[in-house]
């Protein structure tokens, strides 16, 4: 079992930049790839970034790369997110999720925790 807590959500405008961060419990967090989504009201629930259990291999949804870093830390069991050069469109709620392989994936179905979510609200 994986309990994960993000935080770092918040307000920004056009091309600031904010840093999420997600927590995990449990004693085998090196033994998950770990990702981000995020789901914009009355949207589906999008892939936005994934790394998988050492940090070496790491995806990026389309329209946030060259902008966003995802990045972990096994020895404090967290993951980040770093969003530079916000856009209006990156508004949404971010969720973290913990798949237990050790090989990252960009899919919704393949993840098996999930945190409770962070909002992100960028304006003009």
């Known amino acids: 079992q994986v309990q994960l807590v993000e935080s770092g959500g918040g307000l920004k405008q056009a091309g600031d930049s904010l840093r999420l961060s997600c927590a995990a419990s449990?004693?085998?967090?090196?033994?998950?790839?770990m990702g981000w989504f995020r789901q914009a009201p009355g949207k589906e629930r999008d892939f936005v970034a994934a790394?998988?259990?050492?940090?070496?291999?790491?995806q990026y949804a389309e329209s946030v790369k060259g902008r966003f870093t995802i990045s972990r830390d096994n020895a404090k069991n967290t993951v980040h997110l770093q969003m530079n050069s916000l856009k209006l469109e990156d508004t949404a709620i971010y969720y973290c999720a913990a798949r237990n392989a050790y090989y990252s994936g960009s899919r919704y179905s393949e993840y098996d925790y999930w945190g409770q979510g962070t909002q992100v609200t960028v304006s003009s």
């Open positions: 790394i998988n259990w050492s940090g070496s291999t790491v």
């Open positions: 449990g004693r085998t967090f090196n033994s998950y790839s």
